[in-house]
């Protein structure tokens, strides 16, 4: 409604950089979108937030938005996020990732910031392929998928990125789709407002690139996709395997509380400052 | 309210156009039912990239594409307003605002 049109003129930099580099339908776009009504809802003045992207299409995001914003270096979004929270923890840090930023040149960043359990929200955007580079195959094409690098099918077996961070040790994961943007919203909202390392996947699409070579249809047939394959993990429950074939659960997939790294830190500095105190 | 004329109906024939066809008609006819809100859809043609995605999913169909491929408003007066094209727009292109007593639609500018 028109009401998130207003948010348009609120969180984005509207007069300076739209419209946007984004191809026609894409899917950074919704997620963009998403961002900005879950944002709002949390209440967060803009100043209170930092959002730190890394490289491909999806970093582009950190340009759009008047936030304290960071466009860091490949695979390293979290590494610089990491710095931040640390020197500043009132901070809300939101980290905008690509499936092959996240996973395959910061894979070790991700996993590691998962176990460690910092106060960060990560949002990992995952359509399957790198689209700016040219369409290489990613950590998360799915096996048998044709890309500029695997003119024969992928041979490599695909990531599951939810799964992935919920292994690491992060307090919360999700997974939602574009196509579902409400429940998107909702998901990003939760994720901000988790204390803790909280990843969201979102299912996207890159037509350009991933639909094209593998003759998936353009931006409308893929949303279509994501329509008939995303179950919602209440419904998933009651269904065999045979039925989830081919199909992925989106919705909260885990949430726990772990101890968050920074009150952990406090602990440490009060123990170390109690220490010094002591009269030798 | 509106009298359907049955001699225009027996017109459209039987196909299974016919129904949605006079629906359409009740929707769009001036003297909708009193106290239906009405929502007009606008377009933001500066940032509309014409990718499709309102066109195609609009649930009621009030969103079509031209021969170019630009989307246009087609029958507002069939909007809901349930706002999916608005949320689903990556390039921030629509928005759907409730209409105004007494204003009339946007698309007789």
């Known amino acids: ?280 | 309210m509106p009298h359907e004329n049955p001699l225009e109906e027996k017109k459209g024939g039987p196909d299974q156009g016919t129904q949605a066809a006079s629906e359409r008609e009740d929707a769009s006819s001036p003297a909708s039912p009193a106290g239906r809100k009405c929502y007009d859809i606008d377009i933001f043609r500066d940032w509309c990239k014409s990718c499709g995605i309102c066109a195609a999913f609009c649930p009621r169909d009030c969103i079509e594409l031209d021969q170019d491929g630009s989307p246009f408003v087609k029958d507002p007066d069939r909007c809901t307003g349930c706002g999916w094209c608005e949320l689903h727009c990556p390039d921030f292109a629509i928005s759907v605002r409730a209409r105004k007593a007494g204003k009339p639609s946007a698309q007789e500018d």
């Open chain 1, 1 to 280: 409604m028109a009401e998130d049109t207003k948010l348009v003129y609120k969180y984005l930099r509207h007069d300076k950089k739209f419209p946007h580099v984004w191809c026609p339908g894409c899917g950074n776009g919704i997620l963009l979108g998403a961002l900005i009504r879950a944002i709002d809802r949390t209440g967060l003045e803009k100043d209170e937030i930092a959002l730190v992207s890394g490289i491909g299409c999806s970093g582009r995001l950190s340009v759009y938005v008047d936030f304290n914003t960071v466009h860091a270096t490949h695979g390293r979004a979290l590494t610089f996020a990491t710095g931040i929270k640390l020197a500043k923890p009132k901070l809300h840090v939101i980290v905008i990732m690509g499936d092959g930023d996240a996973t395959s040149i910061g894979g070790n960043h991700f996993i590691h910031a998962a176990r460690r359990n910092l106060n960060l929200t990560a949002i990992v955007v995952n359509n399957n392929i790198y689209g700016m580079t040219g369409g290489q195959y990613s950590p998360t094409t799915p096996y048998g998928a044709l890309s500029t690098t695997s003119l024969y099918g992928n041979i490599e077996q695909a990531f599951s990125i939810a799964e992935l961070a919920g292994m690491a040790g992060a307090s919360m994961v999700a997974r939602g789709t574009v196509y579902h943007a409400s429940l998107l919203d909702e998901l990003i909202e939760k994720a901000i407002l988790k204390r803790g390392f909280s990843v969201v996947e979102v299912i996207s699409h890159c037509h350009t690139q991933y639909g094209r070579k593998n003759k998936l249809g353009g931006a409308v047939e893929m949303l279509r996709w994501q329509k008939d394959s995303a179950v919602r993990l209440e419904k998933a429950r009651s269904l065999s395997q045979e039925e989830m074939e081919g199909k992925f659960t989106i919705g909260v997939l885990v949430d726990r509380d772990l101890p968050v790294y920074t009150q952990e830190y406090r602990k440490v500095r009060e123990a170390a400052k109690k220490m010094m105190a002591r009269p030798s």
